[in-house]
């Protein structure tokens, strides 16, 4: 099939500061949630590279941007690091400022539409140690740091995203305790996420006030990005099956796109929750904060699906409901490398649910991508690495894209995560993502890959008027 890229169609590159920006001392930045695990044990980190690093993208942000203008992509999502804008006293840090005014303005140089996150995994340490998104203040705090964003960049970003994933610390950090402080409690999970989707609609109510005081673009645009992969279970499932199912969509994606759309949490999970005694805790007046959760748009992450069947057991190991186990689906084509499926029919299927359960809210992948590891083994006689395993992927999730929109879904755009090789939290450079490889020994060299030369003609195509 041959692909061709829509007019107007956003072709970019996903990244985040944490992973990218290295220079953890750097403009007075703070210590983040990361840099404290990696201090406490360096050895949780693949080849013991911990947070500090990045991609050197504080150092080589117009190297990179001028990169990607050259391979045609035309937007670029990072994120501002909370460490880096704010000080301790919730005051923003001129230092840190200045950094990212000269991102935005090099981006702006090179016609390059950037896509700003406010936070993506990365909690500032101290805020961390007085309990994290356990504890209100943090929820608090985090708008005071939306609020001091968009009043400082309002002119410069159109493109703004409160959360990247807030699925993921509830469930790393909270219930499958694979990251640090290694935690396996349900509720204490569901509490969490019940303050980042707080957290997400106090951010969103700043937007619209520095909107309606003049500090923003009249055209800017809110969004929040997460994995919404919808669910699927065995081919003759079980009632039980099915209930599986209703819970893993319910908390995973119906809880935000529910709040994005219309300014709730879906009703049946909290029931289910209650029925658990594992509900988090609600109090007088959040019913208005998540009414301001509703956006202009969302953004759409996708590796692999969600498969689940009904649980063994009912209950964890602190007496709280586990909802799913995992279902290996028998025809399952796996990315042996980060152990994901790859399965693209996967972004059709959203696509289609969008259309039919959330017509009116248009969308972008925001990040789809193939990590893999020791690309070494794959560079020619000229050094380049041949990542035909990378263009088959994106042209194979491209044509599912394309085929969405041409059944109407409202797919506005395709970020490729990790355009530049980056740093992946406790695989650290383990899986490469790139569509350019940096070179660890070598200064953090970047070069291109074979699947740049192939994503640069794709979208040149596109530009040139090309069908
Ligand atoms: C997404 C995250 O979930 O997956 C990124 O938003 C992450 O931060 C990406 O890097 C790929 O996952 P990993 O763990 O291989 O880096």
């Not at 996903?14 to 007075?28: F, I, L, N, R, W």
């Not at 699925?167 to 509720?187: A, L, T």
């Not at 929040?224 to 499932?237: G, R, S």
């Not at 041409?406 to 970020?415: K, L």
Request: hydrophobic share 35%.
């Amino acid at each position: 099939m041959q692909l061709s890229i829509p007019k107007g169609f956003f072709m970019g590159a996903a990244m985040s500061g944490p992973q990218t920006e290295g220079a953890y001392k750097k403009d007075h930045r703070l210590e983040s949630f990361w840099d404290t695990w990696s201090d406490l044990s360096i050895s949780d980190f693949y080849n013991k590279v911990g947070s500090y690093v990045g991609n050197n993208f504080y150092e080589k942000y117009e190297e990179d941007i001028k990169l990607f203008k050259s391979l045609h992509l035309d937007s670029f999502r990072t994120s501002i690091q909370w460490t880096r804008l704010m000080d301790q006293n919730q005051k923003l840090n001129p230092e840190g400022a200045a950094f990212y005014h000269k991102v935005c303005a090099c981006a702006k140089d090179n016609g390059i539409e950037l896509f700003m996150n406010l936070y993506h995994f990365d909690m500032p340490a101290y805020l961390y140690a007085r309990g994290g998104w356990e504890n209100r203040e943090v929820v608090e705090a985090y708008a005071t740091y939306a609020r001091t964003a968009f009043r400082e960049f309002g002119k410069e970003i159109r493109y703004w995203f409160t959360f990247n994933e807030p699925i993921v610390e509830p469930d790393q950090e909270y219930r499958s305790g694979n990251w640090y402080p290694f935690i396996k409690d349900e509720r204490r999970g569901l509490q969490v996420q019940y303050h980042i989707a707080l957290a997400h609609s106090l951010a969103v109510r700043e937007f619209h006030k520095a909107k309606e005081e003049g500090y923003l673009l009249d055209d800017a645009q809110i969004g929040l990005i997460n994995a919404f992969a919808p669910p699927y279970t065995k081919e003759n499932p079980t009632p039980e099956d099915l209930e599986a199912l209703r819970m893993t969509d319910g908390i995973h994606n119906r809880w935000w796109l529910d709040l994005c759309t219309s300014g709730t949490l879906p009703k049946d999970v909290f029931d289910t929750l209650k029925e658990y005694h594992a509900a988090p805790e609600v109090r007088p007046g959040d019913e208005e904060i998540l009414k301001c959760g509703r956006v202009d748009w969302l953004g759409f992450n996708y590796y692999q699906p969600t498969r689940v069947q009904a649980p063994k057991e009912k209950l964890d190991e602190s007496g709280y409901p586990r909802f799913a186990d995992p279902y290996i689906w028998p025809e399952r084509r796996m990315n042996v490398y980060r152990g994901w499926e790859i399965y693209p029919k996967g972004i059709y299927d959203f696509g289609m649910k969008m259309k039919r359960e959330y017509p009116e809210m248009k969308f972008f992948i925001s990040e789809n991508g193939m990590g893999v590891e020791h690309e070494d083994r794959f560079r020619n006689e000229d050094g380049e690495i041949q990542d035909d395993y990378r263009i088959e992927f994106v042209r194979d999730h491209l044509e599912w894209v394309f085929k969405a929109i041409e059944e109407g879904a409202q797919c506005v755009g395709y970020h490729y995560w990790g355009v530049i090789d980056n740093w992946s939290w406790s695989n650290a450079f383990k899986n490469r993502y790139g569509f350019i490889e940096v070179d660890l020994m070598n200064n953090y060299e970047r070069r291109l890959k074979k699947s740049a030369r192939w994503i640069k003609d794709l979208i040149e195509q596109r530009d040139n008027g090309e069908d």
